[in-house]
């Protein structure tokens, strides 16, 4: 496993992580937010999960102060997708040798997954505050659903319409639920995206064919065979 060592104290009001976990199952404890007590030397516990099912360990640091993508809950199956982990103290504490990644009381305690990105306050934060970060977050690493330009098309040959980026589930105005759908009529299309932390977006094409066909004419089209 892989996990990183911050050697500094940290005070710790607020943190917010988006990670996502790759196992089947989280087993044995495997650290996502550990340290070093100051005060008394022990290991302490942010954030680690429980042996046998996929609840993070109720951290008395913590309380009921755990939010995952927006929900105050410490389940974070589905495992595979990503999740903004918010959190934080009634009272601001100070870290020592962070762990990332590790539970450091074991060592082969560690999480199976990506961490992406932590940001850490040393202070708790406002409602306004939090707004504002959970939009950077789901803004960078999952921005709104994007279609191409309105298009003029030179020819009847079918158009494909797809979207930017990735995203979990598409919904289209033609009833298409596919990442991309094949139009051969003028109009406007449009399609709202599920991404991968459940935030849904929307957006629209319009696109022209040709408004004259003349009859004799013919229509060879990429693909097509001759």
């Known amino acids: 496993g892989n996990q990183l060592i911050l050697n500094q104290n940290i005070t710790i009001g607020t943190f917010f992580i988006l990670a996502n976990y790759l196992n089947v199952s989280f087993n044995n404890f495997c650290g996502l937010l550990t340290r070093i007590n100051v005060i008394d030397g022990n290991n302490d516990y942010f954030l680690v999960s429980n ?101 003029v098309l030179q020819s009847f040959c079918p158009f494909t319409i797809k979207p930017q980026g990735y995203f979990t589930q598409y919904l289209w105005s033609t009833g298409d639920t596919t990442d991309s759908i094949v139009v051969q009529t003028t109009g406007y299309y449009k399609v709202t995206a599920t991404d991968i932390f459940g935030r849904q977006s929307t957006d629209s094409i319009f696109v022209q064919f040709p408004s004259l066909w003349n009859i004799d004419s013919a229509i060879v089209c990429l693909g097509d065979s001759v």
């Not at 042996?51 to 360990?57: C, D, I, K, P, R």
């Not at 927006?70 to 601001?92: A, C, E, R, V």
């Not at 932590?118 to 803004?139: A, F, G, K, P, S």
Request: aromatic share 18%.
């Open 51 to 151: 042996s046998n099912g996929t609840y993070f360990y109720n951290s008395n640091l913590l309380g009921q102060n755990l939010y995952i993508n927006g929900f105050p809950t410490y389940d974070f199956s589905p495992l595979l997708k990503h999740k903004i982990i918010y959190g934080y103290t009634n009272t601001p504490v100070i870290w020592n040798d962070m762990a990332i990644g590790w539970d450091r009381s074991f060592a082969g305690r560690f999480w199976y997954g990506d961490v992406c990105e932590l940001i850490i306050y040393d202070r708790i934060l406002n409602d306004n505050e939090i707004t504002q970060v959970n939009d950077y977050l789901m803004d960078k690493y999952a921005p709104p659903v994007r279609l191409p330009a309105d298009t």
